[in-house]
């Protein structure tokens, strides 16, 4: 009983053009990738090659989304960066570049477990891949397995032997696991092979980050022998001192932080570490200029404010130290990780402060805030933690480094620029899949052509006629109930268009929603002319309870076409729902005798005899609807339950799961089941069906009767009593003695 739309309708959606859409700037063209693979599926349809177009739009697709996914990540949002890297990995064949993008925006969220998962699954297709193994290593360090790491990473050097990042990359795993021996004989091999001062400033730094500290200075110190300008060597050596000997060299470590200033003088980090230190030596007018330095640059940092703070303090100069100290608590407050070592320092310095300046009271909620912070690190690993310059310099050698997420293929475009492009990108995505869309139409696969239809919709709603092409092509794979929405909003863009109207109407009929369809179809101009949609109209009356109205049509149909046997059907489900069963059987056989096995004919007349009290009857005809339409679960519901009646619960139970399986959501099925259950013996599976039965159809009196049995029969009275009480209720509200 569904009505066809004219394929006019459905090819007439247009393959858009691409190729004119604005073009990133001539200087930086991040999109040059996706516009090459678009051009080239644009001349394979030209020359009729639909395969090949197919294929170089799923390579658009996959650039596009790539392109998206960095642009995301420059303009901090991953989890939109996650999702258009998923989608770059659904895109196409090639997957390497997205799902190693994808793992590592879902490290930088701290999902490392699921990153080595999809990274394992990328390794198993390519066993050769160094890249990808390091970064599987580097999930799995993050995910807490740094065995399973190690691992990895001599497999991959069994591939690369002589590539010296992946040497670097295992031996500072080696120090993870505190093989040290192991670790600087890879890291010397490292120094052969990358001969420059900086490879050993970074080796230095790595035995730095994890406490081996003899080792960090001889590479330090090495990289000066080399060239004693190396940027970062002395600093890293002026932290040493701080972190292995505390106070005791806090000469020598200031000395190698005036030698850095000496190379790079505004570095803001040496100028904070070197005011720190000079603080804690007491040298206060020396750590001005420095700590003046390290606050005025990006991003703040609370312990410069800090450490200024207390220089202030030390030289009486206190409202300078309040507004110093105030500043390093509103940053420490708001940071991700903050020290509480830290905060007790903050909350002490500025309650001297505020003493001194005569405020007591407010310095006394502040001593009482570092009190609570000292407590609070004596109860847990104070006597770890050497001294709070330590604390702050020492790097908590259990994290691990991320590698950044590449974005390079932006050229560094500013954020106006970036937000231009991603526009620009989302808009030519919306065409390649509309353009595969159309390609599917063509095609006559509907289903595959509103998938991707459906992503048009998605990235881009205000897309040309997207919700058009939606509902067409969700219309023509019988998926009529999800065709309703985008067919209601493109007919809010074109009210007058009649076809499109009609189309609607017929998916609301299809999708048993007949009310909507008998109002939508009460005004159309063709109808009195198109009997097909007269019958339309007559059968959405009739579903929605007004079939008095529908009789006039349908005494018109009957005269017209009276050899029509789904006309009689309709007409006798018309009698039959103003209980004049005599007309309502008449027309019904009518529809048999002019065609025997005609759909829903059989079923109305077991329905009828159903009411009648004709079990015997209703049975027969429910069987005969069945054998002509073994897919027609309102038989095969109806039927179980003239079973039901009839005492014969097993095939009932049989009908009503199979009903179920296919309809899950069918809350009477799951009444009737649940009742059977119930009375055979079986209240625990009773009560599951019942309960789903309840949150369907809440206000059935029934369901909630039959449920309080089934906890009765469970023992379980306080939910039993629920249910009666619920049961009463309802009914007094049936019969308009409720609320």
Same mark, same amino acid.
């Given at each position: 009983?569904?009505?066809?739309?004219?394929?006019?309708?459905?090819?007439?959606?247009?393959?858009?053009?691409?190729?004119?859409?604005?073009?990133?700037?001539?200087?930086?063209?991040?999109?040059?990738?996706?516009?090459?693979?678009?051009?080239?599926?644009?001349?394979?349809?030209?020359?009729?090659?639909?395969?090949?177009?197919?294929?170089?739009?799923?390579?658009?697709?996959?650039?596009?989304?790539?392109?998206?996914? @960095?642009?995301?990540?420059?303009?901090?949002?991953?989890?939109?960066?996650?999702?258009?890297?998923?989608?770059?990995?659904?895109?196409?064949?090639?997957?390497?570049?997205? *799902?190693?993008?994808?793992?590592?925006?879902?490290?930088?969220?701290?999902?490392? @477990?699921?990153?080595?998962?999809?990274?394992?699954?990328?390794?198993?297709?390519?066993?050769?891949?160094?890249?990808?193994?390091?970064?599987?290593?580097? &999930?799995?360090?993050?995910?807490?397995?740094?065995?399973? /790491?190690?691992?990895?990473?001599?497999?991959?050097?069994?591939v690369a032997p002589e590539d010296p990042e992946?040497?670097?990359?295992l031996a500072t795993a080696y120090l993870r696991?505190?093989? *040290?021996?192991?670790? !600087?004989?890879?890291?010397?091999?490292?120094?052969?092979?990358?001969?420059?001062?900086?490879?050993?400033?970074?080796?230095?730094?790595?035995?730095?980050?994890?406490?081996?500290?003899?080792?960090?200075?001889?590479?330090?110190?090495?990289?000066?022998?080399?060239?004693?300008?190396?940027?970062?060597?002395?600093?890293?050596?002026?932290?040493?001192?701080?972190?292995?000997?505390?106070?005791?060299?806090?000469?020598?470590?200031?000395?190698?932080?005036?030698?850095?200033?000496?190379? #790079?003088?505004?570095?803001?980090?040496?100028?904070?570490?070197?005011?720190?230190?000079?603080?804690?030596? %007491?040298?206060?007018?020396?750590?001005?200029?420095?700590? %003046?330095?390290?606050?005025? /640059?990006?991003?703040?940092?609370?312990?410069?404010?800090?450490?200024?703070?207390?220089?202030?303090?030390a030289l009486g100069q206190t409202a300078e130290?309040?507004?110093?100290?105030?500043?390093?608590?509103?940053?420490?407050?708001?940071?991700?990780?903050?020290?509480?070592?830290?905060?007790?320092?903050?909350?002490?310095?500025?309650?001297?402060?505020?003493?001194?300046?005569?405020?007591?009271?407010? &310095?006394?909620?502040?001593? !009482?805030?570092?009190?609570?912070?000292?407590?609070?690190?004596?109860?847990?690993?104070?006597?770890?933690?050497?001294?709070?310059?330590?604390?702050?310099?020492?790097?908590?050698?259990?994290? *691990?480094?991320?590698?950044?997420?590449?974005?390079?293929?932006?050229?560094?475009?500013?954020?106006?620029?970036?937000?231009?492009?991603?526009?620009?990108?989302?808009?030519?995505?919306?065409?390649?899949?509309?353009?595969?869309?159309?390609?599917?139409?063509?095609?006559?696969?509907?289903?595959?052509?509103?998938?991707?239809?459906?992503?048009?919709?998605?990235?881009?709603?205000?897309?040309?006629?997207?919700?058009?092409?939606?509902? *067409?092509?969700?219309?023509? !794979?019988?998926?009529?109930?999800?065709?309703?929405?985008?067919?209601?909003?493109?007919?809010?863009?074109?009210?007058?268009?009649?076809?499109?109207?009609?189309?609607?109407?017929?998916?609301?009929?299809?999708?048993?929603?007949?009310?909507?369809?008998?109002?939508?179809?009460?005004?159309?101009?063709?109808?009195?002319?198109?009997?097909?949609?007269?019958?339309?109209?007559?059968?959405?009356?009739?579903?929605?309870?007004?079939?008095?109205?529908?009789?006039?049509?349908?005494?018109?149909?009957?005269?017209?076409?009276?050899?029509?046997?789904?006309?009689?059907?309709?007409?006798?489900?018309?009698? @039959?729902?103003?209980?004049?069963?005599?007309?309502?059987?008449?027309?019904?056989?009518?529809?048999?005798?002019?065609?025997?096995?005609?759909?829903? #004919?059989?079923?109305?007349?077991?329905?009828?005899?159903?009411?009648?009290?004709?079990?015997?009857?209703?049975?027969?005809?429910?069987?005969?609807?069945?054998?002509?339409?073994?897919?027609?679960?309102?038989?095969?519901?109806?039927?179980?339950?003239?079973?039901?009646?009839?005492?014969?619960?097993?095939?009932?139970?049989?009908?009503?799961?199979?009903?179920?399986?296919?309809?899950?959501?069918?809350?009477? #099925?799951?009444?009737?089941?649940?009742?059977?259950?119930? @009375?055979?013996?079986?209240?625990?599976?009773?009560?599951?069906?019942?309960?789903?039965?309840?949150?369907?159809?809440?206000?059935?009196?029934?369901?909630?009767?039959?449920?309080?049995?089934?906890?009765?029969?469970?023992?379980? !009275?306080?939910? #039993?009593?629920?249910?009666?009480?619920?049961?009463?209720?309802?009914?007094?509200?049936?019969?308009?003695?409720?609320?």
């Amino acid at each position: 009983m569904t009505k066809s739309v004219p394929q006019a309708a459905l090819l007439a959606i247009p393959l858009l053009g691409i190729l004119a859409a604005p073009a990133p700037s001539a200087a930086v063209n991040p999109a040059a990738a996706m516009q090459r693979a678009i051009a080239e599926a644009e001349a394979s349809l030209q020359v009729d090659e639909v395969q090949i177009a197919d294929s170089r739009y799923r390579d658009a697709l996959l650039e596009g989304w790539l392109l998206m996914g @960095a642009i995301e990540v420059a303009q901090g949002d991953l989890p939109a960066a996650r999702s258009a890297f998923e989608r770059a990995a659904a895109a196409a064949v090639e997957t390497r570049r997205a *799902v190693t993008s994808l793992a590592l925006v879902e490290l930088h969220l701290g999902e490392a @477990a699921a990153a080595a998962s999809r990274l394992r699954e990328l390794l198993a297709r390519l066993p050769q891949s160094v890249d990808v193994r390091q970064l599987l290593a580097q &999930a799995l360090v993050a995910a807490g397995l740094p065995g399973e /790491a190690i691992q990895e990473l001599e497999e991959a050097r069994l591939v690369a032997p002589e590539d010296p990042e992946l040497a670097f990359t295992l031996a500072t795993a080696y120090l993870r696991e505190d093989k *040290v021996e192991a670790a !600087a004989a890879l890291f010397a091999e490292v120094g052969v092979a990358r001969p420059i001062p900086e490879t050993w400033v970074l080796i230095g730094r790595t035995f730095r980050d994890f406490r081996h500290y003899e080792h960090a200075r001889a590479a330090l110190h090495g990289a000066l022998e080399m060239n004693p300008q190396v940027l970062r060597a002395h600093y890293y050596l002026g932290s040493l001192e701080l972190l292995a000997e505390g106070r005791a060299n806090l000469d020598e470590a200031i000395g190698h932080f005036d030698r850095e200033l000496a190379v #790079a003088p505004d570095d803001s980090l040496t100028h904070l570490y070197r005011g720190m230190a000079l603080v804690e030596a %007491r040298r206060f007018d020396e750590a001005q200029p420095s700590l %003046r330095r390290a606050s005025a /640059a990006e991003p703040p940092q609370a312990d410069a404010f800090l450490y200024l703070g207390r220089s202030h303090l030390a030289l009486g100069q206190t409202a300078e130290a309040m507004a110093a100290l105030r500043r390093a608590l509103e940053l420490a407050a708001a940071a991700a990780k903050a020290h509480d070592r830290q905060l007790e320092s903050i909350h002490y310095q500025l309650a001297v402060a505020l003493r001194d300046s005569g405020a007591r009271d407010d &310095a006394a909620i502040h001593f !009482a805030a570092a009190q609570s912070y000292s407590e609070r690190l004596t109860r847990s690993d104070r006597d770890r933690l050497a001294q709070y310059l330590g604390d702050e310099l020492e790097a908590p050698a259990a994290e *691990v480094v991320l590698p950044p997420i590449d974005v390079s293929v932006l050229g560094g475009l500013a954020p106006p620029r970036l937000r231009e492009l991603r526009q620009e990108v989302t808009t030519a995505l919306a065409r390649v899949y509309h353009n595969l869309g159309v390609v599917q139409v063509q095609a006559r696969r509907f289903a595959r052509a509103a998938d991707f239809f459906a992503q048009t919709a998605e990235i881009a709603p205000g897309f040309p006629q997207v919700y058009y092409s939606l509902g *067409v092509a969700r219309f023509n !794979a019988g998926q009529h109930a999800a065709a309703v929405e985008p067919l209601t909003r493109a007919l809010a863009g074109t009210p007058g268009d009649a076809d499109l109207r009609r189309m609607l109407a017929l998916a609301h009929l299809n999708a048993e929603v007949y009310a909507e369809a008998a109002e939508l179809l009460a005004d159309d101009p063709e109808r009195a002319a198109n009997p097909s949609l007269q019958y339309a109209y007559g059968m959405a009356l009739v579903r929605s309870g007004r079939a008095a109205a529908a009789q006039p049509i349908f005494d018109e149909l009957v005269a017209r076409h009276g050899q029509w046997p789904e006309l009689h059907v309709l007409l006798g489900q018309a009698h @039959a729902q103003q209980g004049d069963y005599p007309a309502a059987i008449s027309a019904l056989e009518q529809a048999l005798r002019l065609a025997p096995g005609v759909a829903e #004919a059989s079923s109305t007349l077991g329905g009828i005899y159903m009411r009648q009290g004709k079990l015997a009857q209703a049975e027969e005809a429910l069987r005969a609807e069945i054998a002509s339409h073994p897919d027609d679960l309102r038989a095969r519901y109806h039927l179980a339950t003239v079973l039901d009646l009839n005492r014969q619960p097993k095939e009932a139970t049989d009908l009503l799961r199979g009903v179920l399986e296919a309809r899950p959501e069918h809350a009477d #099925a799951r009444y009737l089941l649940g009742k059977i259950l119930l @009375a055979g013996g079986s209240p625990e599976e009773a009560a599951e069906q019942l309960e789903a039965a309840a949150q369907m159809a809440p206000e059935d009196p029934n369901i909630h009767y039959q449920l309080g049995q089934a906890y009765q029969r469970l023992g379980r !009275a306080e939910l #039993a009593q629920r249910q009666f009480e619920t049961f009463r209720e309802l009914k007094d509200k049936a019969r308009g003695s409720g609320p």
